[in-house]
């Protein structure tokens, strides 16, 4: 027996939006002349290794740079306490603070992928588990803390603490605690702490990239491969698309619906996603950006989009669906500009408040017309896992 | 809601499955295996009835042979879940999926329409049934709508299907229900969810739901038995059930409270104990995406096969000992249905068919796309390609 154990979830992608029917159910005979989905694998093999090469491999790169950068500049942090003046020290913080953005930044573009390598070892739930609602990373961290136990931060030893103190939003907490400075003399070893969680991102990220290279890639490309993670090249699409459309739910329904509550009297900015680094928004944006880019098939990293219908998701689409779609991001973007930041406050008054749920209602636009484009290009991301009873 | 497992506790596992995955095999599931001659016979004559929609959002009873092959097709008035097959006469009885408004029976041989049910006024049909083992008595699950309370309601054949018998299920939203080998009790899967038609299919009772399993004599309706899960685990619904030669029942629940608990969703139970939860590697929990779709023991009863289909999970699980035995990725798979001691045949919303082989512990398709139109030997088009719905029966 060879169990397969190792699965993850992004916990936050139980999606139950019911539409995927509806949606099918609005197809025109006109529209449904187009090619099934297996009449044009070739195709989708073709998106799916662009995709795969352009989007997630630079994305899952850029983030094994940034948490190398945050293990670098950790250390030189904690070594800064020891033995500069205060001003140096603060300046270190700030350069702390600035690594631990990049990083999260870059989680954030890549935050949508919840499938492949992230799924070994709680990986997700490691780098950022969110939300939080038990505090388990308070309770985990300051175990961490006063414990004191070296062992604890070796390799090995790291292995075995609790995931939620294994990422970024423990980092976070180090960082943006009130009075930080004073807190890092008054417990010294949470600064070994801090150092050993960066080392873990870095670790780990860096293990992402080289697994999604040398594991993942390859089963694009042959998507039909025996023992391979996938039955075929539609197989392999779905997986790939799944992560474009769903997490806009997700960053609807966590990351604004449920801090936004029903009302503006009942809204609560701890729980956004960011809240202690005030980066809430920047979150949403990046998150936005990203799947922008997927859809465009821009390359990230690249510095100038491409026009042309001739890239990525798009070369499988209708020129109305794509402008369809296109025009739903603008508007999502145009209502994250219009959000004063922080987030944090912004949802405490009546306009931000206002705009947040408008923004709200404008993820859901835009996932109805990407879930309805890809379904029209013959790919059904779920039927019975869209809505089960 | 409090978490039930301590994450860490998996690590060791979790490195293992690392090493397995970059040797590329531990997402095997499409390894290919081959079925005796005896077995491959078997296996052609068998007819499968499910529930589907097309992509035009169109609903259909399908009649198909384990190959893919439509043999016949009904249309619908909406969608339906479940269908199962009389057990002497070629009858089909296929269930509306809640809140149900009719019940088809229908030729299994020529997918022609029989008779249709509908509810009596003030109740709908909960998506589930079952003929009494004499083969006499519709039983089905169903809501009275006024009081959201579950009933069990009793319609003989005989009669033309008028209903002789009604009870309460004991519980709000009852769901599966199964007979004990005696022919006399009826195990009810009661949800615990409240829903009512003028709120579509909206789910009302979040905060206070308390999912029960419940007997019943089939004759009086009197309460036989009533199971909770503990307080801690009341938006556990316990929705769809399969009972073995034993009387063992495996449960598979979905779960309602917070889409980032983690809780079990497999357990067992046994008249006059207590039900057990099954324990499984938090990964393979948290990959069931807090929910199950179907779940079926095999011809022997040891083995029971549950369908994660928002985790595209097929688990498998040994009853006997109470473990996890086998987990595969499979695409929005959620109707499973045994296939003798050999395994299962399981069915996707990507229109897939696929056979779970208990010995092998591999998964292979059957049937790559069932058609309405039975094309063979090219790709059908897209309005009639087919998504399985929820639960597949089979017959020889």
């Known amino acids: 027996m060879h169990l397969v154990y190792i699965l993850l979830i992004y916990l936050l992608s139980i999606g139950s939006v019911a539409y995927a029917n509806e949606v099918a159910a609005k197809l025109t005979n006109n529209q449904t002349k187009r090619l099934t989905a297996d009449q044009n694998e070739s195709a989708w093999r073709k998106f799916n290794i662009t995709t795969v090469k352009d989007y997630v491999i630079p994305a899952y790169k850029k983030l094994a740079m940034t948490n190398n950068d945050l293990y670098l500049v950790t250390q030189s942090f904690c070594h800064t306490l020891i033995s500069s003046n205060k001003d140096q020290k603060k300046a270190e913080l700030q350069i702390a603070k600035d690594a631990f953005h990049n990083s999260m930044d870059a989680w954030q573009y890549i935050q949508n992928i919840n499938f492949g390598p992230i799924e070994i070892g709680l990986r997700h739930h490691s780098i950022q588990f969110w939300p939080d609602k038990k505090n388990h990373i308070g309770k985990q961290l300051n175990k961490l803390i006063t414990g004191g136990d070296v062992n604890a931060l070796t390799v090995d030893g790291f292995e075995r603490n609790s995931i939620s103190v294994k990422g970024l939003p423990a980092i976070e907490r180090l960082l943006f605690q009130k009075g930080a400075l004073e807190q890092f003399k008054n417990k010294p070893f949470s600064c070994e702490v801090l150092q050993g969680i960066s080392r873990y991102l870095s670790d780990t990220s860096a293990s992402l990239h080289d697994e999604w290279l040398t594991t993942m890639l390859p089963q694009f490309k042959d998507a039909k491969q025996l023992d391979g993670y996938f039955e075929d090249d539609i197989d392999a699409a779905t997986a790939l698309l799944k992560t474009l459309v769903e997490p806009i739910e997700i960053i609807r329904d966590l990351k604004l619906d449920r801090p936004l509550g029903s009302q503006l009297d009942k809204s609560k900015y701890k729980r956004l996603e960011s809240w202690r680094s005030q980066r809430s928004l920047l979150n949403l944006q990046l998150n936005i950006q990203s799947l922008e880019l997927f859809f465009m098939g821009t390359e990230v990293g690249a510095s100038s989009k491409t026009t042309g219908n001739d890239k990525g998701l798009r070369l499988l689409l209708t020129e109305s669906e794509i402008v369809d779609i296109q025009n739903n991001f603008k508007i999502v973007k145009d209502e994250l500009h219009e959000i004063q930041a922080p987030l944090e406050e912004a949802i405490l008054t009546v306009s931000g408040y206002q705009t947040a749920k408008s923004l709200s209602i404008s993820l859901t636009q835009l996932h109805k017309s990407l879930e309805g484009a890809i379904t029209h290009s013959g790919i059904r991301l779920g039927f019975n896992s869209r809505d089960g009873d | ?396």
């Open chain 2, 1 to 396: 809601m409090a978490f039930v497992w301590v994450l860490t506790a998996e690590m060791e596992t979790n490195l293992f499955s690392r090493r397995e995955f970059l040797k590329g095999i531990a997402y095997s599931a499409l390894a290919p295996y081959s079925l005796s001659a005896a077995m491959k016979e078997e296996v052609n004559k068998l007819q499968l009835y499910s529930a589907a929609t097309d992509f035009n959002g169109d609903h259909w009873l399908v009649i198909s042979n384990i190959k893919g092959e439509k043999l016949n097709k009904l249309r619908l008035p909406s969608r339906a879940h479940q269908v199962f097959k009389h057990s002497s006469l070629e009858m089909l009885c296929v269930v509306a999926r809640r809140p149900g408004k009719y019940i088809s029976l229908v030729h299994s041989k020529t997918g022609t329409l029989i008779k249709t049910l509908f509810p009596s006024a003030g109740y709908h049909f909960y998506g589930h049934g079952l003929f009494s083992n004499d083969g006499r008595y519709l039983v089905t699950s169903e809501n009275h709508i006024e009081s959201a309370e579950g009933r069990i309601a009793v319609r003989d054949r005989l009669s033309g299907f008028e209903i002789v018998n009604q009870f309460p299920s004991h519980g709000i939203g009852p769901h599966e229900i199964k007979l004990t080998t005696d022919g006399q009790t009826l195990v009810v899967a009661n949800g615990g969810i409240k829903t009512h038609p003028g709120n579509g299919r909206a789910k009302l009772n979040l905060s206070t739901m308390r999912p029960s399993l419940v007997y019943l004599n089939l004759s009086t309706g009197k309460l036989l038995e009533k199971k909770r899960l503990p307080t801690s685990l009341h938006q556990l619904s316990i929705r769809h059930i399969d009972i073995n030669h034993l009387d063992q029942v495996v449960i598979a629940m979905q779960y309602q409270g917070d889409r980032t608990d983690q809780v079990p969703l497999m357990a067992v139970h046994s008249r006059g104990e207590d039900i057990r939860l099954l324990n499984a590697p938090v990964n393979t929990y948290l990959a069931m995406k807090h929910y199950c779709g179907s779940v079926c023991f095999d011809a022997s009863g040891k083995f029971a096969a549950a369908t994660s289909p928002k985790g595209d999970r097929l688990t498998i699980w040994d009853i006997s000992k109470e473990q996890l035995i086998d987990e595969v990725r499979c695409r929005d798979a959620c109707g499973v249905a045994a296939l003798d001691n050999q395994g299962f045949v399981v069915t996707s919303g990507t229109g897939k068919l696929y056979h779970y082989s208990i010995k092998h512990k591999a998964v292979q398709t059957l049937a790559s796309f069932v058609s309405l139109n039975q094309v063979i030997n090219e790709p059908p088009n897209l309005p009639e390609r087919m998504a399985w719905d929820n639960h597949l029966s089979i017959s020889t």
